[in-house]
């Protein structure tokens, strides 16, 4: 480089001069120095592209940073304020469907009002700067359908619009227990929220204060169970709105749901008392842990001992026994089957090699605990080969000697092979499925007739 060669000169010429030491020195360092800044001054005026670079990265307060800390929370709170007051309170949700109603465009389909984009235009202008986000070409296009003088209905805009308040009003509401404020909710946080949600809940007024730890317990794993596949601890808050499961949960503000909606709703009072009932009738020591015998009497009691070995060998267990938040987890797997979380916790346990793909050996390993349960139930076991071949046939994996969890998931038919692996009931269900197919329509001619 120029300087360097400029300063080796200088020294050079230096040498026969009749100089101290300390003054040849001093006088290096100042070359040096002089040519060092001038050398860092050209790059910064050659690459000064950095300096538009917007800061991205800003650190979080460490513990001991109590004033950053509060000032951080104070700041978070001021801007979900400053947002929830942007959302549409329920007097200007009415004005709007007033607007929305004055202006509808005839002619009425059935008993539908339609408003074409002219008069969705002008309510908007009337509506006010808060629903203008709501009032543009965009959204009217996702909304028009087939209707022949191209109008949207009234009614699917309204809820539309609804929809949108209520996610961000909900988003807010579980920013606010987003301790972090990292957009994401830790195990605690999502249990103070649904604590705190509990009073608000008419169908869940029955509830005894005593269960309320158990119901949280029962809510909360379910979502951790299906968004925190990783087991990370912590679960997007966008994930938490993408999903159908608040809704299943803030359902149950409905003071008329129905007994079978209450049935299949995993947050109704009458569900969570049902796992936590089959728990505790489970418990035969009343030690408020479940064996492996125990467990084993979980269902129809059909379930392999080959199987529940690796329920306990994979699972986490305290001396051997298992707690309610791993029997929620194990019941959650096994009554969803058919959905990739409960997939991905049955194949970790078929997966006895940790290779990441079931081969023969896997199959046939768990396949002749069935043969075995078959012949002490006093029925002729049924051949490895054959099953195999229909497992294989029904799978379809990529590798035809090997079924990778994507391929289970693929096949649409994870439900089905896990069961005939797994259950000895599952497998005499999918063996004599044409004849339960065969014994349902009969029934059906039957009624009929009737």
């Not at 007097?91 to 465009?105: G, I, M, P």
């Not at 969705?120 to 296009?141: D, I, M, N, S």
């Not at 619009?161 to 301790?179: A, P």
């Not at 089959?278 to 979980?298: A, F, I, T, V, W």
């Amino acid at each position: 480089m120029e300087w360097k060669q400029a300063l080796r000169g200088r020294v050079a010429a230096c040498i026969g001069s009749k100089k101290s030491e300390q003054e040849l020195k001093d006088e290096e360092m100042e070359l040096f120095t002089k040519y060092y800044m001038e050398w860092k001054g050209g790059r910064r005026s050659v690459n000064t592209s950095y300096m538009n670079i917007p800061r991205f990265y800003y650190r979080l307060p460490a513990e001991d940073e109590v004033l950053l800390q509060k000032l951080r929370e104070e700041s978070r709170a001021v801007f979900l304020q400053r947002k929830s007051r942007e959302l549409l309170d329920n007097e200007e949700l009415q004005n709007l469907w007033f607007l929305l109603d004055k202006h509808q465009t005839p002619p009425l389909i059935g008993e539908e009002a339609m408003i074409n984009y002219e008069s969705f235009l002008k309510v908007g202008e009337k509506a006010g700067p808060k629903c203008k986000q709501f009032f543009t070409a965009k959204v009217f296009a996702k909304l028009l359908h087939n209707d022949p003088y191209g109008r949207i209905s009234i009614m699917q805009f309204f809820n539309y619009v609804m929809r949108k308040v209520w996610l961000h009003q909900t988003r807010i509401g579980l920013s606010l227990y987003d301790v972090a404020g990292q957009g994401y909710l830790r195990e605690s946080d999502l249990e103070n929220y649904i604590l705190e949600l509990i009073p608000t809940l008419p169908q869940l007024d029955g509830l005894e204060k005593s269960f309320y730890s158990f119901y949280v317990c029962t809510a909360v794993r379910k979502f951790f169970f299906f968004l925190d596949p990783l087991r990370t601890g912590k679960i997007k808050i966008q994930d938490i709105l993408a999903c159908s499961f608040l809704d299943d949960l803030l359902e149950l503000r409905d003071e008329e749901l129905s007994k079978e909606s209450q049935e299949t709703n995993w947050f109704s009072a009458p569900s969570a008392l049902r796992v936590y009932g089959q728990y505790l009738n489970l418990d035969k020591d009343h030690n408020g842990m479940l064996s492996k015998e125990e467990l084993s009497r979980y269902g129809t009691g059909t379930l392999t001992n080959i199987f529940l070995d690796r329920v306990f060998q994979e699972c986490l267990t305290y001396d051997g026994e298992m707690d309610y938040k791993t029997y929620l987890d194990f019941v959650l797997a096994l009554e969803n089957r058919k959905e990739p979380a409960a997939l991905q916790y049955i194949f970790k346990l078929l997966d006895i090699e940790n290779k990441g793909y079931l081969n023969v050996f896997s199959l046939n390993y768990f396949f002749r605990a069935i043969q075995e349960q078959m012949k002490i139930h006093g029925q002729e076991p049924v051949s490895f080969q054959d099953v195999k071949d229909e497992i294989f046939d029904m799978v379809k994996p990529k590798d035809p000697y090997k079924i990778s969890l994507q391929d289970l998931i693929n096949s649409s038919q994870g439900d089905t092979v896990t069961s005939i692996l797994i259950d000895l009931n599952g497998f005499w269900t999918y063996e004599n499925r044409e004849v339960l197919v065969a014994s349902d329509n009969d029934n059906t001619v039957d009624i009929d007739d009737t």
